[in-house]
């Protein structure tokens, strides 16, 4: 059984709807472009994510022509900077039609560069020894955004090449003005080779996308554009990619655009989505009269009009409780138990999830701030964090700093793949860095510290080296005297040094054991991946494998070195039969035991429900 | 202790940066406005989810000016729809100043509604039965935006009326192309108005912060442009709204924004956050210099700009999980439980978050779609997801027709604050509705029912009517033939109808029991809000509290009519007296059982991590 998607569907509905539209004419401006079959149609949608929806002729090759001008303005970019870039090509919409000269009267400026003169200008801007490899430079950035090896259509290139006299000439009109700074020769065949460039319809989705992505290609992973680049491309698409009704286009579609002439368009809804059409016939604006009707469709349908947002800051706080109602796994004994209950309610854990930005990091900081005076430790678990920008790195930063000041700790859990928040908190704090700024792998390692710190004041003795007696032991406390008496003599001593493995998972459970000194931890894989548990002093371990039968479930092992006592199954079977009130004791508190961690870890589910 | 947030402290110190810049004038061209001190300076941040901050002269009040057109614009969309108001006022950008005439000169339609001429059209599209009815829906309508009561400001609209002549020849031209449709007069003076209308800095943060929260003041809750409308209201913001630089503000700042004449500047970042600045001092556009200072400086640290996006799409799945890895809080006798664990891997829960829009959606069907083969259920709980748009919706339902033909089941749970899903599948699904579309209040209901479909074939006789005998009691499993016969004269044969409580939370827990016949379930408030589990015959309930001695800590009542033996701690103490291998082999029983439990429930809270 294969289902296809419900989006499929509603894509192949959308473009039989759009098939009968046939109004418009095929480019004929290049003897080249005249010869594609006005018939061609194909749409293809990608996400930022990655999925990707194709219907009708979108492996047709054709030339992508004007289309090229806002990736070639994002290369000219990276290769200039803001202020060089702005010097030669503005970024003012004109109501003028693609291919007029429209340069600035006073400076000779370009108006934008989605006009030819103006991406003839950017041309110019594209760094490279020898004309040849500023257009591998171009193949190759094309390639990375559409996820595939590129190549020139010749026959394209050779028709425009000779038929380009309009092109040429604003090609010396801006070396007159100083806006190409050599010979426009090299620099015009350059554009020309640029428009020729072949693609099919879904290059243009997945090109789409990638801009949609922040300049990196969803289904490659490889950045095809600088991140801080996108919004400059994109905000010469929204203004200047539709030629003269940018106006109209902002209002009715609402998506940045740009068409080429042998038919493309391609739209980019930024974080969003890249939408790619093919259809040669043209409207009178030069672009495919397909392409228009099916954005339009698109943004109406889909809802995908860039004004049209709900809001986003308050999603950021994923769950967020307190450290009372939601311990580390460090188990402890009934008086440190109690204690833990009252201390931990100063510790606050925080899941975010997301993208981090200073809107969305705003409630965090507002929360945290509101609750500091009553609190002591804050973590933020930012496992589910998907990004972080400089933003919400600074806002962090000063939050860190301020609850520093005021004795209060925030921790971060889960961001090794933020790497930036760690670089960023270097920066700033500068040598307070080892001080104040502390992270942990997971939140249970970052509560068990938290709980120690609050522990560390009341507590008597350091657990590593307090000793238990058997009269201390959790499950022989209803025992008499002279029944621990008869217990004592089989309780069978054992030392373990640090490291050392006391239960193997998959053994055969023979014993139970005590824990008289030291601390042991449950892992539940080969190496210390996942701590499921830590157990103090006066614990008992190993007790549910050894009373249901099983093998061992987990590993268990020696934090420090451990002193404990060994109870095993053979010797607990004969004290049912000859002192079965023990056994009774010994039982009811194991109930009473696994009924308190029962009804401790009902209370933590219900937390996530 | 209370400590300022990080936030404030930034725009503190923005804004003493911002300070010094002194340059421009300040309005002269009604004697009113050139009274305003130079000095004054506010700037106010509100986020769309509500939170705001102010530093400087927030609360000095002037008069909104231009910055109204905007919000007259909405209203005249709302009153006329968007096909009359184009038909009136068209959207591109003009590269004139503010005050010039620009009507198309073939049509005579004004540019666009930032301009006066388009803003004096949109004055005449305003509704009401007297120009006092009609100013007083604009200043109402204002109000609702700004979450206070606004005032005319009397003198500046007497200096606006008496110097008024250019915009009162605009008036008439307008009415000579039929742009206005009666004497100009009344309309021009509601255009004074509208623009004489007092607000201070913090209104104006938080008016744009009811545009980026889709129309719904934050702070009140009360809306104020509906949704539909707020995409058209930013679209001519964001081309026309700085007057005659749209692609360079696009360019630099990527905010969609107003200014007026008197100093104010508003700006609106959809979805996210609102900004207000009010500063008297003008630059040749007539724009306040501070306040273009003050949105180029936010959106550069801030990283504010529009195109300047992360990925959406897949942060919507917070969690998923099989219904064989979560089971419904029905506790299953041995054998159900055992043939529910294979069985239940059909079943699969999505938890989702955030808006659900197109975009969001796409990978939950996508996700959904790949797992169905092999899969019979599909619980989309919905709990934590703020909105859904039609977009969403129709997926969803597409969705849910598409699995309803193939013999799979989508349930929704957490929905009830989602009314427009519940009307659209009426809408769309028509007499199949009751039977495709399935919803639960919360997702253990859901689970439970999806269970009970699955176990329903290879049941061989249903719970409520099955009866087990003491041999079939989990907890009596391990007792010989003659130990059984010793324990059954203890066992006290009670029987519940319907509905009964069989278990009062907060009573002494002097027994506990063994379900012979019938269902009971455990509730933790009085009423049948949260249910915490559910019983079939075989299995005991009420031994936790019977074994710790604590006061039962949850109601127990009867499903189904129930018939179940009662045991009392009195007899079962005695038990262990005078025959304690029966007793042992009990607790042992109940110990293996609490142990199941307990590794169940630390296997679900690890989903959670």
């Not at 990619?241 to 368009?265: F, R």
């Not at 307190?322 to 580390?328: L, R, V, Y």
């Not at 931990?344 to 500091?372: C, M, N, S, W």
């Not at 008499?480 to 008496?485: A, F, T």
Request: charged letters at 25%; proline letters at 4%; a neutral charge.
């Amino acid at each position: 059984m294969k289902l296809t998607s419900p989006i499929q569907d509603f894509l192949e509905e959308l473009y039989t709807q759009c098939k009968p539209e046939t109004g418009g004419q095929v480019a004929t401006y290049i003897p080249e472009l005249a010869k594609a079959d006005p018939n061609w149609f194909g749409l293809c949608i990608a996400t930022a994510s990655g999925a990707v929806y194709e219907v009708g002729d979108t492996r047709q090759e054709f030339t992508i022509q004007s289309i090229s001008k806002p990736f070639v303005y994002g290369l000219a970019l990276e290769d200039n900077g803001r202020d060089t870039t702005l010097d030669r090509v503005g970024v003012e919409p004109t109501g003028d039609a693609f291919n007029s000269i429209s340069l600035d009267p006073g400076t000779g400026r370009p108006r934008n560069p989605m006009i030819n003169a103006g991406a003839i200008a950017t041309a110019g801007l594209i760094a490279g020894k020898s004309p040849a490899a500023r257009f591998r430079r171009i193949l190759e950035t094309f390639s990375l955004y559409a996820g595939r090896e590129l190549a020139l259509d010749e026959t394209v290139y050779r028709s425009e090449s000779e038929t380009g006299h309009r092109n040429r000439a604003i090609g010396h009109m801006l070396r007159n003005f100083d806006k190409l700074t050599s010979d426009p020769g090299p620099t015009t065949d350059l554009y020309f080779k640029q428009c020729s460039i072949s693609v099919n319809c879904r290059d243009l989705g997945i090109m789409a996308a990638t801009l949609a992505n922040r300049g990196v290609n969803p289904l490659t992973g490889k950045q095809a554009l600088r991140g801080e680049y996108v919004e400059s491309v994109l905000s010469v698409m929204g203004t200047c990619g539709m030629y003269d009704y940018a106006g109209e286009w902002l209002y009715n579609v609402g998506i940045p655009a740009k068409s080429g002439v042998a038919g493309g368009v391609m739209a980019v809804l930024p974080g969003q989505i890249g939408i790619g059409v093919f259809s040669p016939r043209l409207d009178a604006h030069g672009n495919s009269v397909r392409g228009i009707r099916i954005c339009e469709e698109l943004s109406r349908k889909l809802e995908l009009h860039l004004f049209n947002r709900a809001a986003t800051g308050k999603s950021t706080i994923r769950l967020q409780f307190s450290g009372a109602d939601f311990n580390s796994c460090h188990v402890r004994g009934a008086a440190e138990g109690q204690e833990l209950r009252a201390l931990a309610k100063a510790i606050q854990v925080y899941q975010l999830q997301g993208h981090l930005t200073f809107v969305t990091t705003e409630p965090v900081l507002r929360d945290v701030l509101e609750q500091a005076p009553g609190l002591r430790y804050f973590i933020l678990d930012l496992k589910r964090v998907f990004s972080l920008n400089e933003s919400a790195g600074h806002l962090l930063n000063s939050l860190v700093e301020k609850l520093a000041a005021n004795r209060r700790t925030v921790i971060f859990t889960h961001c090794q793949h933020l790497p930036l928040l760690r670089r960023m908190m270097k920066k700033k704090l500068g040598a307070r860095f080892e001080q104040i700024f502390a992270t942990f792998p997971d939140n249970d390692l970052a509560l068990e510290w938290c709980e120690e710190q609050l522990l560390e004041n009341t507590r008597h003795a350091h657990a590593a080296h307090y000793k238990s007696k058997p009269t201390d032991y959790e499950l022989l406390q209803a025992l008499s005297e002279s029944e621990l008496k008869i217990i004592q003599p089989l309780l069978q001593p054992r030392k373990f040094k640090a490291g050392q493995k006391i239960i193997r998972a998959g053994d055969e459970a023979r014993e139970m054991f005590f824990l008289a000194r030291g601390m042991v931890s449950v892992y539940l894989r080969d190496e210390e991946t996942h701590r499921l548990a830590t157990f103090s002093p006066g614990m008992a371990f190993g007790e549910m494998a050894f009373l249901d039968g099983a093998p061992r479930s987990a590993n268990i092992l020696a934090d420090t070195e451990v002193e404990c006592d060994l109870l095993a199954m053979d010797d607990f079977t004969a004290l049912g039969k000859q002192h079965p009130a023990i056994k009774i004791k010994i039982l009811e508190k194991l109930c009473l035991n696994l009924t308190g961690k029962l009804r401790k870890a009902n209370r933590e589910l219900s937390l996530f429900q």
